[in-house]
């Protein structure tokens, strides 16, 4: 029985194997993410054979109550909940991984009764519980802080301070547990690791969550990983070992597009090293504020229409207005795109799902780098809640905390229309010059009513 | 399986996991996210076994809980990426 069941297991892993190289193409995703789920439903069914198992009602309560709940969370959350469900199923997994880590640990305790348990078991065990309650916890935070219900716990410096303590009182606890393993030791050790885990997300800002959310898509498949040494696992170590890969490239990724490193992102904020020019002095009297009407003229006689979304899009929902102006604008034979940052919204590809809830053809939506070179050729640049990341001062000032940034190069369209609520900085504290240029018209309002005054303007014409 | 043998395993499946993924387009950013997400949920193959051990109430109790998160996990996992993947095929 038990050849079947490893052979169920290297089935599975094959099945992982050819489902995430599928889910990373378009045109293969939904086979590969189809190939996955029976990968893990082979998983499932061959382990319910294992020898271990003597009581079956335990494990139908809990399959029930899982897929249940899983199941309804799934359909009912809106695309604009994404990065909060994304958040919250890799805490799940985090936590799940931490309970049977503690629970084959507690049992191993048992039947040791004194008897050395080896290093390798121990070690692997405590590792689990610490990553698992690390990947809980701080997703549970980062969920919190996309809410909006998380409320920082105070000074930054502080928390990362006692972050890095609680990362090495946790490592003490491993030690302790290897060396003089009780079930005492075990439950100090959740507790620490998860305020660690706690303390590791709550000073990072809103910009920087793709990292974390990436970050944290790691971690659960490490902790998955850990896991199968502590049971001698083939599969759980396989799977979770693809998994931990695809987050840290996920989270390198990212990193990249911000000109940043891991730990600056984790432990360092925002470079205020750098000069911070003054919004006042770059803003004054260099600001054309602008109306609906005049901006409809301009797309209307537009060729060629670049749209920019960022995070205050998502903000104030404004994907569907967006969709009703691009169809009206591709009405009237206006070539339109969407140029978009590696890191624009809360998660990797924030945008994207967004814009395909609002049913913009993917093919629509242009990289960075695909997109940059075309901005010349650009009749209107449209930005709507993105700042930062298509800051000019990335590129041409060395001085900026955020130079070497790589950005959109919106600057380069013949006219810019910056959608936004007023003045203020984006999230790297720094005022943006891109507002104060000739070719730039600055349109105050709510993202959605200002996409609807065009729209509304554009048919009037 | 011997310790070695576990570590092997990791190593290569780390790098494989490397190979798999590279040049990812930001399009499936999110979706690869939920979908290798839900693969994590395979710790329920663990949690199965320290459920249907019936050990001792506690690592039953513990199993009872993991069976449930991870089967969150990778029933909703794979559920919203199937959802998420429907919108970007979808033709106007």
Known sequence: MDTV????YLASAVLFIFGLKRLSRPRTAVRGNLMSSIGMLLAVVVTLFNADIV???VIVAGLIVGGTVGALLAIRVAMTGMPQ???LFNGFGGLASLLVGAATLEEALDLANGADLDVEFLSTAALTVLI??????GSVVAFAKLQEIWRDLGNPTVIRAANIGLVALSALLTVM????PTSWWLWCLAVVALMAGVTLVSPIGGADMPVVIALLNSLSGLAASTTGFVLGNSLLIIAGALVGASGLILTFIMCTAMNRTLVNVLFGGIDTGGVVANGDEIYAGKITS???????MILDTAERVAIVPGYGMAVAQAQHAVRDLTTALEARGVDVVFAIHPVAGRMPGHMNVLLAEAEIPYEQLKEMEVVNPTFPQVDAAIIIGANDVVNPDARENPNSPIAGMPILDVDRARTVVVIKRSLSPGFAGIPNPLFALDNTLMLFGDGKAAVEDISTALAEL | MTFLLALTLFVLAVFLGVELITKVPPTLHTP???GSNAVSGITLIGALVAAGADHSTLTTVLGFGA???????????FLVTHRMLGMFNRKR
Do not use: R
Not at chain 1, 5 to 8: A, P, S, T
Not at chain 1, 290 to 296: I, L
């Open chain 1, 5 to 8: 069941i490893q052979l169920g």
């Open chain 1, 55 to 57: 009581s079956y009602w």
């Open chain 1, 85 to 87: 469900l994304v958040a």
């Open chain 1, 132 to 137: 698992g309650s690390v990947t809980f916890s």
């Open chain 1, 177 to 180: 547990i290897v060396v003089g």
């Open chain 1, 290 to 296: 602008s109306s609906a009407d005049e901006v409809a």
């Open chain 2, 32 to 34: 690869l996210m939920s």
């Open chain 2, 67 to 77: 069976v449930a998160l991870a089967t969150i996990n990778v029933i909703g996992g």
